[in-house]
């Protein structure tokens, strides 16, 4: 009887170890500053995630000024983000109010930017399916 129960724990240990293993990391990013350095530091951070959780998604809503981090005439750092895509599940996401706010169309935009209707709704949704929710600059 002994060994039933101790066979039985070590089975259900193993499995919640094992479905630890497996769950992933999903996190959401809410970016309003225009300043490149923040830009830069949500990029490095997504970097440092996937280094360690490669299989994590990742997002940043871009709304207010932030959204200047993917107009094609004003990113410095495209490169960057093209190669976070290239390691994982990685999207950009752009407020459409914001773009109508500061008169962008979406023909100014770099092609990894994803344009959704409400910033805020967005981030409401991804936290409501379960992301963790990060905001980031200042």
Not at 113 to 123: F, G, S
Request: hydrophobic content about 45%.
């Amino acid at each position: 009887m002994i060994k039933n129960i101790l066979i039985v724990f070590a089975l259900c240990t193993l499995s919640l170890f094992s479905q630890a293993q497996k769950s992933s990391y999903k996190i959401v990013y809410d970016l309003v500053s225009s300043d490149t350095a923040d830009h830069s530091t949500v990029l490095r951070q997504f970097n440092n995630i996937l280094k360690e959780a490669p299989g994590a998604e990742l997002e940043v809503v871009c709304h207010g000024q932030a959204v200047f981090m993917l107009v094609a005439e004003k990113v410095f750092f495209e490169n960057r983000m093209k190669e976070l895509q290239s390691k994982g599940k990685v999207s950009f996401k752009i407020c459409a109010n914001s773009m109508r706010r500061f008169g962008i169309d979406k023909s100014q935009l770099i092609s990894l930017a994803e344009i959704v209707p409400v910033a805020i709704l967005e981030l409401a949704s991804k936290q409501q399916e379960g992301w963790s929710y990060i905001k980031a600059g200042h």
